[in-house]
């Protein structure tokens, strides 16, 4: 099994899934161009969309960070360590948590990124966004005052996957002294497997 | 089990799906802003982000249409007639384009969609996510060109899920005559369940 890992992306979230499952796998490494922060071309000899993460297993090549996590989760979690079972107290979170971290909680601050990378982040559109970035964290937040993880008591991939962005949050100063967030990020800091991950280099 | 439902969005993949599956769903509709284009405020009310769709079942509200699909599947679909088991032909792709449909082959539209309506389509940035989109549009064409469906030879939700791209493509004439992916739209559109789609009102 081979992960193609691009830096300062959402293939932090697989190394990271992949270290807390231990299971063994051969880490390809890319860097972004310094100037444009684009992914190189050469991702694109791999998957034509030429995205991190991409991961090959069982003779196929796996697009997509959420894809990755759930094709993982069933080929080493049959025990249902990292993913709650249906039925199972969380796995309503679970499912809405491991898609929140593509969709609406998280683009506002992709968008906003894009927004500031081509000088525009004076823009109203970039106020909007704004606005739409901090009701997303919020939720996140208001989340984790009533949990202690992302799929309720127990740490779960949905906690890897949401961790990215909160992660880039933690780097940029904005979790508050005293949130939910913080004592989040710092609980799942202490995981071995994060430290592993770290160690990775994300 | 009710479908908080918003014109002209995401959750048109789920009534589509909940067609597709045959249950029993109520609707509760929702208008975008005719000037703003943004969705009304009393979304809020049932989920703090403010989208659609939004799920009620079983006591929970689930957002995020991928979650939202997967708790149907779940739920409705023990026979595996719309998702392919893992294991079986099929079930690798099924992943991936799941979640593509919310990931990088469906961002550059949806950027560009914002960029549009804040005066700024002709900006450099929108050269950017022009490229990327036609990127995107030939990686579904190029997988439409072997493949009868999203999941491989059989229909599945993921077409649903990837449906709602490829509809507003082909709304705005921008599937070439005689392409795959126009013909899988043709394809998909003599379905009864999507017929059943359009009489809601997407």
């Known amino acids: 099994m081979k992960l193609h ?3 300062a992306s959402r293939s932090q979230r697989i190394v990271w899934l992949l270290e807390e499952l231990g299971v063994e796998y051969a880490l390809v490494r890319y860097n972004r161009d310094p100037q444009t922060r684009l992914a190189p071309d050469s991702l694109r000899d791999i ?4 995205k991190a ?7 196929h090549v796996i697009a997509e960070s959420g894809a990755i996590a759930q094709h993982l989760l069933e080929k080493f979690d049959d025990g249902h360590r990292l993913h709650p079972a249906p039925g199972t107290p969380g796995h309503t979170l679970y499912l809405e948590w491991m898609h929140a971290a593509e969709g609406a909680p998280f683009l506002p601050g992709l968008f906003l990124g894009y927004l500031a990378m081509s000088g525009l982040g004076d823009h109203g559109l970039g106020d909007y966004l704004r606005q739409e ?4 964290s919020r939720c996140i937040e208001d989340h984790l005052k009533d949990h202690a993880y992302f799929a309720g008591d127990a740490f779960s991939a949905a906690d890897c996957m ?3 962005q909160i992660k880039l949050a933690a780097e ?3 979790l ?3 949130s939910a967030t913080l004592d989040w990020f710092n609980r799942v800091s202490e995981r071995p497997a994060y430290h592993r991950t770290l160690g990775v280099g994300v």
């Open 47 to 50: 998957h034509p969309m030429g």
């Open 133 to 136: 970035k901090e009701k997303a």
């Open 53 to 59: 993460p991409l991961l090959e297993s069982d003779g």
């Open 172 to 174: 940029a100063g904005n």
């Open 176 to 178: 508050a002294d005293g």
């Open 162 to 164: 949401m961790g990215f």
């Open 5 to 7: 890992h691009l830096n």
